[in-house]
T-cell receptor
Framework: DAGVIQSPRHEVTEMGQEVTLRCKPI?????LFWYRQTMMRGLELLIY????????DSGMPEDRFSAKMPNASFSTLKIQPSEPRDSAVYFC???????????FGEGSWLTVV | GESVGLHLPTLSVQEGDNSIINCAYS??????FIWYKQESGKGPQFIID?????DKRQGQRVTVLLNKTVKHLSLQIAATQPGDSAVYFC???????????FGTGTRLKVLA
């Protein structure tokens, strides 16, 4: 079975540029999470969707970050404009309501220079 | 220079020995716990889980123990192999919510 699929795997961009990260959750999963991982703060929840609806975006750092889930099989996390402090690994994860286990993608490694 | 950040505790074990990785969780109302393994350059990979109504659960070469009295979780890996080298995270889920809180992780190094 295909797991959570993220793209791009690696991105290097210049400060001020727009970055779009993409995620395809596991088929049949109706909960989707975006996490950010840094050495300083570990894994942090950015936003949680359930049935394509954003339920909790309290972890989104600031207005430069936005996330969408237009359908059950696709989500994006956008940073505009990007800043060097946004450099991190961004993970998408999904789970199925009623089942507690969440499954992670391989991450998008973002470097903003 | 060295970057300031989380200092991961490291556990070094000889190949073939058993490993025990510990985790203290924060919320006595958490009802579900997961151990993840994260290899360099990869995402966290599910290893084993346990519900709060259990004290112990066994998988293949791995056992998770839950002590709710002291809010402690441990992961035991039997006959540790070089492929077990990774960072291991525990995660707790708050009862009735979707929120998972992750520990900072422990780095396991397997010595040949």
């Amino acid at each position: 079975d295909a797991g959570v699929i993220q793209s791009p795997r690696h991105e290097v961009t210049e400060m001020g540029q727009e970055v779009t990260l993409r995620c395809k959750p596991i088929s049949g999963h109706n909960s989707l999470f975006w996490y950010r991982q840094t050495m300083m703060r570990g894994l942090e929840l950015l936003i949680y969707f359930n049935n394509n609806v954003p339920i909790d975006d309290s972890g989104m750092p600031e207005d430069r970050f936005s996330a969408k889930m237009p359908n059950a099989s696709f989500s994006t996390l956008k940073i505009q404009p990007s800043e060097p402090r946004d450099s991190a690994v961004y993970f998408c994860a999904s789970s199925s309501t009623g089942k507690n286990t969440i499954y992670f993608g391989e991450g998008s490694w973002l470097t903003v220079v | 220079g060295e970057s300031v950040g989380l200092h991961l505790p490291t556990l070094s074990v000889q190949e073939g020995d058993n490993s025990i990785i510990n985790c203290a969780y924060s919320n006595s109302a958490s009802d579900y716990f997961i151990w993840y393994k994260q290899e360099s350059g990869k995402g966290p990979q599910f290893i084993i889980d346990i519900r709060s109504n259990m004290d112990k659960r066994q998988g293949q070469r791995v056992t998770v123990l839950l002590n709710k009295t002291v809010k402690h979780l441990s992961l035991q890996i039997a006959a540790t192999q070089p492929g077990d080298s990774a960072v291991y995270f525990c995660a707790e889920k708050y009862s009735g919510t979707y929120k998972y809180i992750f520990g900072t992780g422990t780095r396991l190094k397997v010595l040949a």
